[in-house]
């Protein structure tokens, strides 16, 4: 069984910085590659950063690029999503996703490629 927690949510104002944490876990499993998406009320969730294991490789979303930073975490298996510059509409629930496959990549931006997912945690950003 493998465990995605997410960490690091919280009531901000526009203009200010954030982190989130990820952790995941799991008897047996390799990690390949960790993402965070997010989701808004009334919309779909959507990609925002992702990091193959290693930090090898990051990607963003275009509209959280020059803003967020992707890197592993100093603890094992743990990622951590630095929000600088946030705005009211980065609020949304933000979701870490967890893949052993390299595969995952190919599709990275599409929540149905990811296999584990974390309960989810609240970031909100008032003007």
């Known amino acids: 069984q493998v465990h995605v927690q997410e960490s690091g949510g919280g009531l901000v104002q526009a203009g200010d910085s954030l982190r989130l944490s990820c952790a995941a876990s799991?008897?047996?499993?390799?990690?390949?590659?960790l993402a965070w998406f997010r989701q808004a009320p009334g919309k779909e969730r959507e990609f925002v950063a992702a990091i193959s294991w290693g930090g090898d490789a990051q990607f963003y979303e275009d509209s959280v690029k020059g803003r967020f930073t992707v890197a592993s975490g100093n603890a094992e298996n743990t990622v951590n999503l630095q929000m600088d510059s946030l705005k009211p509409e980065d609020t949304a629930i933000y979701y870490c996703?967890?893949?052993?496959?390299?595969?995952?990549?190919?599709?990275?931006?599409?929540?149905?490629?990811?296999?584990?997912w974390g309960q989810g945690t609240q970031v909100t950003v008032s003007s």
């Open positions: 996703a967890a893949d052993s496959s390299f595969q995952v990549m190919n599709r990275m931006e599409n929540p149905a490629a990811w296999a584990y």
């Open positions: 799991g008897d047996g499993f390799s990690i390949y590659a």
